[in-house]
Structures are given as structure tokens and as C-alpha cells.
């Protein structure tokens, strides 16, 4: 069975500095890898999607995630951190066996400092 | 901007109540799903409509009924709710429940049980 995990509930970084927020998955099939972000008392945006075309994906707001099967990793970075960024972040795999099904990880909460 | 639409956005009801929230959606996407998502937690599958049918249950208690009245509507009807039902109810749609369809989502209805 698919599953994902979040590595570190809160990532807080200086704004300017890289984002690095980390993201391993386990899958007995090749699988389709998404990035959803929450900002705030609102609902699930998404930011990007691996779906074996290209290793390397960027999203939106500047975000992008680089699938590595050897470290079976998709970690999301950005840049240069802004303070609209702090949200919380969802990395996510389909379920393989049950269509397109979501199997969430814990999520991690971004904070960005002044 | 979401093309998922939900109503309404807060809603308190007492545990002998009886209310409704509604989802919509114009994007021709035919499965639609409720997700629940407690406080700093990762969004749980409640139910899943594929072509107004319901496919997947995840065992969900019975005074959650979720109804599709059409392609693009999706209710969930409360009766008799819990404090402990308190939670944001995500509704989010994709263009089939196949592998590799991306799932969007609402901006949730946050609500309260007293």
C-alpha cells in the first residue's frame, strides 16, 4: 500500500531563505505524487503534481518538487521564502489500487519570520 | 480561485439538529468526494460519488448521509451530530476516480456542534 511521510511538522525559516520541506513515499508502483498547500481557515490548493513526465516539477508561487526514486523522495522547495508561504503543506501519493484515492501525510506547518 | 464551491462556510448546530451542506461544481468533473479534517490533521475520505453513484464509504456513521443530486452537486445531510463532529468538511472533485486524476478542492464548511 501507498503511504507518504512528512519529515518535521514545523519548518519555520527567515524570509529570502530557502524552503526545503520533505517528503517520502513508499509505493510498489510507480506513483502519482501530489503537493497541496492550506493557507489559514481555508481549503486545499493544489501546488504540483509528479506524473512521471518529467522528474523535475514546478508549481505554483514559485514552489517546485524533484522526484527521486533512488531515495524514494519528492521534496517541495522554493527559493526565497515570502510571508504569504506560511501555510500548511500536504504532501500526498495515490492510492494505486483504489483509482485516485488519497493517502495524505501529517503535513507540515511552514512559518516564515520578518 | 477554487471552482469548487461551498455553502455555506460556518454553520453551529445543536446535536438534535438537522442541516445540510451543499458543494457545486462546473468543471464537468464527474466524481465528487466529502472529506472531514480535524484541527492540525491531514484531511480524512468520508465518502466518494463516481458518476452520481456512491462508490466508497469509508465506514462513515450514519448521521453523516451524503446525497448527489446531479453531476455537479454534492450534499451531506447532518442529523443528530456529536461535539466531536465538530471539524472543516471538505468537498473537492476531479475529473474521474481513475489513477493519475488530480482531486481539487473546496474552501470547506467549518462546522461547529453544541
Known amino acids: 500500500a501507498q503511504s507518504v511521510t512528512q519529515l518535521g511538522s514545523h519548518v519555520s525559516v527567515s524570509e529570502g531563505a530557502l524552503v526545503l520541506l520533505r517528503c517520502n513515499y513508499s509505493s510498489s508502483v510507480p506513483p502519482y505524487l501530489f503537493w497541496y498547500v492550506q493557507y489559514p481557515n481555508q481549503g486545499l490548493q493544489l501546488l504540483l503534481k509528479y506524473t512521471s513526465a518529467a522528474t523535475l516539477v514546478k508549481g505554483i508561487n514559485g514552489f517546485e518538487a524533484e522526484f527521486k526514486k533512488s531515495e524514494t523522495s519528492f521534496h517541495l522547495t522554493k527559493p526565497s521564502a515570502h510571508m504569504s508561504d506560511a501555510a500548511e503543506y500536504f504532501c500526498a501519493v495515490q492510492r494505486g489500487n483504489a483509482g485516485n484515492m488519497l493517502t495524505f501525510g501529517g503535513g507540515t506547518r511552514l512559518m516564515v519570520k520578518p | 480561485d477554487t471552482e469548487v464551491t461551498q455553502t455555506p462556510k460556518h454553520l453551529v448546530m445543536g446535536m438534535t439538529n438537522k442541516k445540510s451542506l451543499k458543494c457545486e461544481q462546473h468543471?464537468?468533473?464527474?466524481?465528487m468526494y466529502w472529506y472531514k479534517q480535524k484541527a492540525k490533521k491531514p484531511p480524512e475520505l468520508m465518502f466518494v460519488y463516481s458518476y452520481e453513484k456512491l462508490s466508497i464509504n469509508e465506514s462513515v456513521p450514519s448521521r453523516f448521509s451524503p446525497e448527489c443530486p446531479n453531476s455537479s452537486l454534492l450534499n451531506l445531510h447532518l442529523h443528530a451530530l456529536q461535539p466531536e463532529d465538530s471539524a472543516l468538511y471538505l468537498c473537492?472533485?476531479?475529473?474521474?476516480?481513475?489513477?493519475?486524476?488530480?482531486?481539487?478542492f473546496g474552501e470547506g464548511s467549518w462546522l461547529t456542534v453544541v
Open positions: 473537492a472533485s476531479s475529473q474521474a476516480i481513475r489513477s493519475g486524476n488530480t482531486i481539487y
Open positions: 468543471m464537468g468533473h464527474r466524481a
